[in-house]
């Protein structure tokens, strides 16, 4: 079966496309699971980094409002933790006086006012309570009618469905009891199948003293599920698993903060299912008041990337900051912050609540929850989707195809740009995703298969094949044009100096009279004209394609057919003649302005099988051809003479250009041979090319 084109290529770069692909079987295999690249996880955390910098919304959210524990309100007001009596007075001016929609803490209240010396709230202990402890509402509320923590807790109970209270997921349990959470899951635990869920799961949980959660919800706080081996935060969960009973999964600060300021009723769940898979999860629903269904697309993990915002420039935040110390004394109008959402959170460096993210190397922690609150608000909420490992499968695949097809099929540069162009085709790629779907998908791994493809291929081409074209020019660049030495080179295994047989046509090109010049005309001069009329003649055998056999006197013996194969020899050969004696009468007037003789030439030209490589002994040796044909084509040349014609083709080269016009000469008896020859000139002038 013929094989065609692109197949030879690829069978002809072999080494050089295995060396290419290399790097996408690694990519792979990291894709895959079954071998680590933390270099390729780093390149894809930058790359999201400097995309999400670069497509952040740019400005101040008017509707978020941050009200920080600085310095100034550490001064002023003492160490943390403040008093509850002072909580108090926070939550009830920002809650009454200035009509905030919706207020939450980043912080977690799990342990009594100590000032107070309240021993029954002492005794209930710092916040991790066992599920059988048999604590109830009414007990909290008593507890908190005899305390200063009574003024914030009915403080919030004055605001219902307005505060949410912070809790934080840990690590650790302390003796036999299960921690619980003040308010019920928002989802149960049977709310993913078995196998199903990705979502993180933790042991225990440290949350606010129950009777200050009355009347308010909680989300948890914790911001470092998915925050990179740099310890940057770029990716929260929404939800998160208690893997002790009762179980259940619970909602993030960001998540309970923008139910209450949107009133939307608790998430449900929406699944993927594929063949032969659990089925994953890929978004939350949530109900809106008027009927109106939410949808939130989430990873399968139920976690986001942060959608961080930029600063404005000109001293202008992405949000609005109110120092603690100004909202407890009163200097903010009435109303100044009506219908806003309030964040209560820490940028003092002593209480260690600041963070590293993509948009700042030290970011308060309750930002990070603003971020994501602003997002939701927004309804821009980028997600890895549940198909991002078949996604960066695909691009590896992609980007290995171009490679090895640019590798076998064009030059080296060209393979070059196609790789560059494939690799930043890729990059645009994941930026309109991104851009139009909030999809934020894998490519470090395609583009590092790519660029490390690039380079070996390219390495190898400066180190492998440049020896192996050297070693072509050695062998060949004394035959053959430097065009053909190109081809070679793309395919070096194919070409050696080893004999084989081969149907070429020769041609024979010899000067008439040359013993006559060689007796009237000084060694110098002759050497002259021969250099002259051989590189005119040469010149027009390489631009036909031809191969220089040898100079033998005044003689040119060339084929065509070898050693890069032509299909169109004969035709190239025919050419090659009718060009040569085209070119005479130029030659001759030259010869003529410098005194110099007339030359006359007669061509015989002769196709067939002839064995051609290297020949020669032990001493000398060349690339050259032998055989019966060539014999012939000698032989042809010598009845240019006779028949007064410059150019005698053989039946067999006629044969190969049929519809050529030639004129036959006869047929004549070779020596050697039992039968007689046809024999042919050219009619006419030389075909087009």
């Known amino acids: 079966m013929r094989r065609t084109g692109w197949w030879r290529g690829l069978r002809g770069h072999g080494w050089r496309i295995a060396v290419t692909l290399l790097p996408l079987l690694a990519g792979l295999a990291h894709t895959g699971g079954l071998l680590h690249l933390p270099g390729v996880d780093r390149l894809d955390a930058q790359i999201q ?33 403040w008093s509850r009596e002072r909580l108090a007075r926070l939550t009830t001016e920002l809650t009454q006086r200035q009509q905030a929609r ?144 009762p179980g259940g999964y619970y909602e993030s600060l960001a998540l309970a903060t923008f139910r209450t300021a949107t009133d939307v009723a608790p998430p449900m769940l929406q699944l993927a299912h594929g063949p032969g898979a659990a089925p994953q999860l890929t978004a939350l629903l949530l109900q809106a008041p008027d009927g109106r269904q939410m949808r939130i697309p989430v990873g399968t993990d139920g976690g986001i990337v942060v959608p961080y ?50 948009i700042a190397a030290a970011l308060p922690g309750v930002e990070v929850h603003a971020h994501v609150l602003s997002g939701l608000l927004d309804g821009r909420v980028p997600h890895v989707p549940d198909y991002a490992a078949g996604y960066a499968w695909a691009s590896l695949v992609v980007i290995g195809l171009l490679l090895m097809l640019g590798t076998a099929l064009r030059s080296a540069a060209a393979g070059f740009v196609i790789g560059l162009a494939a690799c930043g085709g890729l990059l645009l790629l994941n930026d309109l995703f991104y851009r139009q779907g909030d999809l934020v998908l894998p490519q470090a791994a395609a583009l590092l298969a790519g660029v490390a493809g690039l380079l070996l291929n390219m390495s190898w081409g400066y180190f492998v094949e440049s020896r192996q074209r050297r070693a072509l020019v050695r062998l060949f660049g004394a035959y053959v044009p430097p065009q053909l030495v190109d081809d070679m080179a793309r395919e070096p295994h194919r070409y050696t100096m080893r004999a084989e047989s081969r149907v070429l046509t020769v041609m024979f090109c010899d000067m008439r009279g040359f ?91 002769n196709s067939g099988t002839v064995v051609v490589g290297n020949m020669g002994s032990a001493y000398r040796r060349s690339y050259t051809a032998i055989g019966d044909a060539v014999n012939l084509a000698a032989r042809l040349e010598g009845l240019c003479t006779v028949y007064r014609v410059p150019i005698v083709a053989g039946e067999s080269t006629v044969a190969h250009m049929a519809d050529a016009p030639w004129r036959e000469l006869g047929e004549v008896q070779v020596r050697g041979r039992q039968r007689g020859v046809h024999i042919y000139t050219p009619d006419g002038a030389p075909p087009p090319g």
């Open 49 to 81: 980094d400097a995309r999400l910098r670069l497509h952040a919304p740019r400005g101040t959210d008017p509707r978020i409002v941050i009200v920080d524990i600085d310095e100034p309100s550490l001064r002023a007001f003492g160490q943390w933790p």
């Open 102 to 245: 919706a207020l939450a803490f980043d912080m977690v209240f799990a342990e009594a006012d100590r000032s107070s010396g309240s021993a029954l709230l002492q005794a209930l202990g710092p916040g991790r309570w066992p599920a059988d402890a048999g604590f109830d509402a009414e007990l909290a509320r008593r507890a908190a009618a005899l305390d200063p923590d009574g003024d914030f807790a009915r403080a919030v109970a004055a605001a219902p469905g307005r505060v949410v209270m912070g809790a934080h997921f840990d690590g650790e349990t302390t003796g036999t009891g299960v921690p619980t959470f003040p308010q019920p899951p928002v989802l149960p635990a049977g709310a993913l199948p078995p196998g199903a869920t990705r979502i993180p799961g933790w042991p225990a949980l440290i949350a606010s003293l129950p009777g200050l959660s009355i009347g308010a919800r909680a989300g948890f706080i914790n911001v470092v599920f998915r925050s990179g081996q740099d310890g940057v935060v770029r990716a929260v969960p929404l939800l998160a698993r208690l893997e002790a009973a």
């Open 309 to 358: 915002r930029r600063d404005g420039g000109e001293d202008q935040r992405r949000f609005r900051y109110v120092s603690a110390r100004e909202v407890l004394e009163g200097r903010l109008a009435p109303g100044a912050l009506r219908d806003c959402i309030v964040l209560v959170g820490a940028s003092a460096a002593g209480l260690q609540d600041l963070r590293a993210t993509p």
């Open 515 to 605: 013993t006559h010049l060689a007796e009237h005309m000084a060694p110098a001069a002759l050497q002259a004209l021969l250099h002259e009329v051989f590189t005119r003649f040469t010149e027009i055998v390489n631009h036909h394609g031809g191969t220089v056999d040898k100079y033998m006197g005044d003689c040119l013996m060339a084929f065509w057919g070898a050693p890069v194969v032509q299909l169109d020899h004969a035709e190239r050969a025919v050419r090659a003649a009718q060009d040569i004696v085209a070119a005479l009468p130029a030659l001759n007037a030259r010869h003529d302005a410098h005194g110099l003789p007339n030359v006359a030439i007669g061509i015989g030209l």
